[in-house]
């Protein structure tokens, strides 16, 4: 069994490097939606960014991070870290098959993104809050489909949570998408994942 030490530093100093960008990047874009009032996230640009070019444990601590970090002004975050951290697992996956090489293919991803945030979000945030709407801003969407449209309760908080994210992940998706292809190729041949994409660019 490999020490935590070990695991480290078999990362690499490039990977070491873009982890806390990664968490970086996560929280401005999280702010960036809090101070314009988006019906947005762009909370896990640098967990799908660190996932798909360092792989599935950089994408898991960037993405756990982050929401610890969050939770120290907002605690219930903390609840939905499982959330980023599944979404740096599914970026890793999805760059190994080469998805995020192919403009269409990444749009296409963010249907799993949004059903992971979406979905699964809006089953953890039911049971956070007591079998209820929560306090976010899907809310604000989830609340009238209950009292205006008739929808029942969870099944407003499912719609009004996957449709928002849908939305959340394509924008999250495309700024991926366009940091990855802007890493020059002597950078991204050194790592984990990074030969998928320099050798795109070789070809080219």
């Known amino acids: 069994m490999a020490s935590k030490g070990s695991i480290f530093k078999d990362l690499g100093k490039l990977t070491l490097f873009l982890i806390p960008i990664g968490i970086a990047v996560n929280f401005i874009g999280g702010q960036i939606a809090i101070l314009l009032r988006l019906p947005l996230y762009l909370d896990a ?23 610890i970090l969050n939770s120290i002004s907002s605690p219930i975050t903390l609840f939905y ?92 998706v495309i700024a991926a998408f366009g940091i990855i292809h802007a890493i020059p190729n002597r950078l991204m041949s050194k790592l984990p994942l990074g030969y998928i994409y320099a050798k795109q660019e070789e070809a080219e």
């Open 45 to 67: 640009i640098g967990t799908i960014v660190v996932g798909a070019i360092c792989g599935v444990i950089p994408g898991i601590i960037v993405g756990l991070v982050s929401n």
């Open 81 to 172: 870290g499982i959330l980023n951290v599944m979404f740096g697992i599914a970026a890793a996956y999805l760059s190994k098959r080469g998805v995020f090489k192919v403009f269409w293919k990444t749009l296409v991803s963010s249907l799993l993104f949004a059903l992971i945030g979406g979905g699964l979000g809006a089953v953890m945030t039911w049971i956070l809050y007591g079998f209820d709407f929560g306090s976010g801003v899907s809310s604000m969407f989830s609340i009238p489909l209950h009292e205006v449209v008739g929808l029942p309760k969870f099944l407003a908080q499912l719609v009004a949570e996957f449709t928002m994210d849908v939305f959340d992940k394509i924008l999250t």
